[in-house]
């Protein structure tokens, strides 16, 4: 293959190993989502560009910068498109289309898959990325927002990861945020000449994004910010105080960040975040969510409440690879049929095949060479057994050799099935 040919910068293929830890993950989320009582759904990998400038917002970096967008090559469609750089949007609209706002509220719905932003490729971030999104649509009260977050904390336990703290904050809603941002925008254009120009570029179209800049020039100016926490209007604070009462009836710790904003417009309320401790900074988010009560309003619906998570699936792994416990050894079969005919590839694809239709994972040496080249692939591949068919076989006997200790029996290939079954590592 020519070596012009490769993965497109920001994306990589996802190996055996590494989709095995996916393939986890995706697993623990889904039977998560089934034990809370959300259902799974998909939606498009693309969808109305319009739909991210609207919900997301035009002034984002993810619309200004990171969207990807596609436009048909050929027929008669001009209609703007964009590849999906997160789930909530495409999940409303879906609410709105398919009036799930008749259905008993509020609707939990999830969603695991790759997303897409046309980001700046670095550590953990990359253009094609893999995440767990939970929605809860329809409830406006504070207790699905802690419901939410133990929910994400729940996760990052079951998948391995003990040292991840949650960061909570409320953001306001349009009756006080209006208040508050005119009081930051008086503060910043306080020290105008201190800002970079990225940053006063944001003060004129969305200047929350200046609390959670990553430029260290920003550090003291954002430090005598006002808190919008002390600006909340009396039904926003005390939604926050019953989101907190509710988690910590739930025994579940969080630290209260007054300058945790979230990055889309969407966003009302309850904002939290979730870091690996002594690793901050948005760079090193593993996953986010909040509230976002107007957002099914903008998008063509009714009024309606909601709030949600998306989780990085992608950094989980990497969290996982960086303590040591983030590729899980799977996909390798239990056992391995091999011959001492070289030949006799017939007789070893059908007792494996008899084996698959006993439910056990099995392969079969379909190669022509001799037994212990056979046998060393097995352990290469990380099978616990081999299945060696021998003279034995003519009287319905094999041999059975555990790979991991050595020792070797015959066994009947009629209780094969059964034996394997109780032998197999838990």
Same mark, same amino acid.
């Given at each position: 293959?020519?070596?012009?040919?490769?993965?497109?910068?920001?994306?990589?293929?996802?190996?055996?190993?590494?989709?095995?830890?996916?393939?986890?993950?995706?697993?623990?989320?889904?039977? !998560? #989502?089934?034990?809370?009582?959300?259902?799974?759904?998909?939606?498009?990998?693309?969808?109305?560009?319009?739909?991210?400038?609207?919900?997301?917002?035009?002034?984002?970096?993810?619309?200004?910068?990171? !969207?990807?967008?596609?436009?048909? %090559?050929?027929?008669?469609?001009?209609?703007? /498109?964009?590849?999906?750089?997160?789930?909530?949007?495409?999940?409303?609209?879906?609410?709105?289309?398919?009036?799930?706002?008749?259905?008993?509220?509020?609707?939990?719905?999830?969603?695991?898959?790759?997303?897409?932003?046309?980001?700046?490729?670095?550590?953990?971030?990359?253009?094609?990325? /893999?995440? /767990?999104? *939970?929605?809860?649509?329809?409830?406006?009260?504070?207790?699905?927002?802690?419901?939410?977050?133990?929910?994400?904390?729940?996760?990052?336990?079951?998948?391995?990861?003990?040292?991840?703290?949650?960061?909570?904050?409320?953001?306001?809603?349009?009756?006080?945020?209006?208040?508050?941002?005119?009081? @930051?925008?008086?503060?910043?254009?306080?020290?105008? &000449?201190?800002?970079?120009? @990225?940053?006063?570029?944001?003060?004129?179209?969305?200047?929350?994004?200046?609390?959670? %800049?990553?430029?260290?020039?920003?550090?003291?100016?954002?430090?005598?910010?006002?808190?919008?926490?002390?600006?909340?209007?009396?039904?926003?604070?005390?939604?926050?105080?019953?989101?907190?009462?509710?988690?910590?009836?739930?025994?579940?710790?969080?630290?209260?960040?007054?300058?945790?904003?979230?990055?889309?417009?969407?966003?009302?309320?309850?904002?939290?975040?979730?870091?690996?401790?002594?690793?901050? $900074?948005?760079?090193? #988010?593993?996953?986010?969510?909040?509230?976002?009560?107007? !957002? *099914?309003?903008?998008? $063509?619906?009714?009024?309606?409440?909601?709030?949600?998570?998306?989780?990085?699936?992608?950094?989980?792994?990497?969290?996982?690879?960086?303590?040591?416990?983030?590729?899980? #050894?799977?996909?390798?079969?239990?056992?391995?049929?091999?011959?001492?005919?070289?030949?006799?590839? *017939?007789?070893?694809?059908?007792?494996?095949?008899?084996?698959?239709?006993?439910?056990?994972? &099995?392969?079969?040496?379909?190669? &022509?060479?001799?037994?212990? =080249?056979?046998?060393?692939?097995?352990?290469?591949?990380?099978?616990?057994?081999?299945?060696? !068919?021998?003279?034995?076989?003519?009287?319905?006997?094999?041999?059975?050799?555990?790979?991991?200790?050595? %020792?070797?029996?015959?066994?009947?290939?009629?209780?094969?099935?059964?034996?394997?079954?109780?032998?197999? =590592?838990?």
């Amino acid at each position: 293959m020519p070596p012009s040919l490769r993965a497109p910068r920001g994306t990589r293929d996802l190996l055996p190993d590494e989709r095995a830890a996916f393939a986890r993950l995706e697993r623990t989320a889904l039977e !998560l #989502a089934a034990r809370y009582g959300y259902r799974v759904m998909e939606t498009p990998l693309f969808e109305q560009a319009a739909l991210f400038e609207r919900g997301i917002g035009a002034v984002t970096d993810v619309v200004e910068k990171e !969207l990807f967008r596609v436009l048909p %090559s050929r027929g008669e469609e001009r209609e703007a /498109w964009a590849l999906r750089p997160e789930a909530t949007a495409g999940v409303c609209r879906a609410y709105i289309e398919h009036g799930m706002q008749t259905l008993p509220q509020p609707v939990r719905l999830s969603l695991t898959g790759p997303m897409f932003r046309y980001d700046r490729p670095q550590a953990g971030r990359y253009r094609q990325f /893999w995440q /767990w999104d *939970v929605e809860a649509i329809g409830d406006a009260g504070p207790a699905i927002d802690a419901e939410l977050v133990e929910l994400g904390a729940r996760f990052y336990r079951d998948a391995g990861l003990t040292d991840v703290e949650i960061v909570l904050n409320s953001i306001g809603d349009p009756a006080c945020r209006p208040a508050y941002l005119a009081r @930051l925008v008086a503060h910043y254009r306080a020290h105008l &000449v201190r800002l970079p120009e @990225l940053e006063r570029r944001r003060l004129e179209t969305n200047p929350l994004r200046l609390l959670d %800049s990553r430029d260290p020039a920003m550090t003291e100016v954002n430090e005598g910010a006002p808190r919008i926490t002390d600006h909340l209007c009396a039904a926003c604070g005390e939604h926050f105080a019953g989101v907190r009462a509710h988690l910590d009836a739930m025994g579940v710790a969080y630290r209260l960040e007054p300058g945790l904003v979230r990055g889309l417009d969407y966003y009302t309320r309850t904002a939290f975040e979730f870091y690996r401790r002594g690793a901050e $900074g948005q760079q090193q #988010a593993l996953g986010g969510g909040g509230r976002y009560d107007g !957002l *099914v309003e903008l998008l $063509g619906g009714k009024p309606t409440p909601g709030i949600g998570f998306a989780l990085g699936l992608d950094r989980v792994v990497l969290a996982l690879d960086a303590t040591g416990g983030g590729r899980p #050894a799977e996909g390798a079969p239990v056992a391995v049929v091999v011959g001492a005919d070289p030949a006799d590839t *017939v007789g070893r694809l059908r007792v494996a095949t008899g084996l698959r239709d006993a439910g056990l994972p &099995v392969r079969a040496d379909l190669s &022509v060479r001799k037994l212990g =080249r056979q046998l060393e692939a097995a352990v290469r591949e990380g099978a616990q057994f081999a299945v060696i !068919l021998g003279d034995e076989l003519a009287t319905g006997d094999v041999q059975l050799r555990d790979l991991d200790g050595g %020792s070797q029996k015959p066994v009947p290939l009629v209780d094969l099935p059964a034996l394997l079954r109780r032998k197999v =590592r838990s």
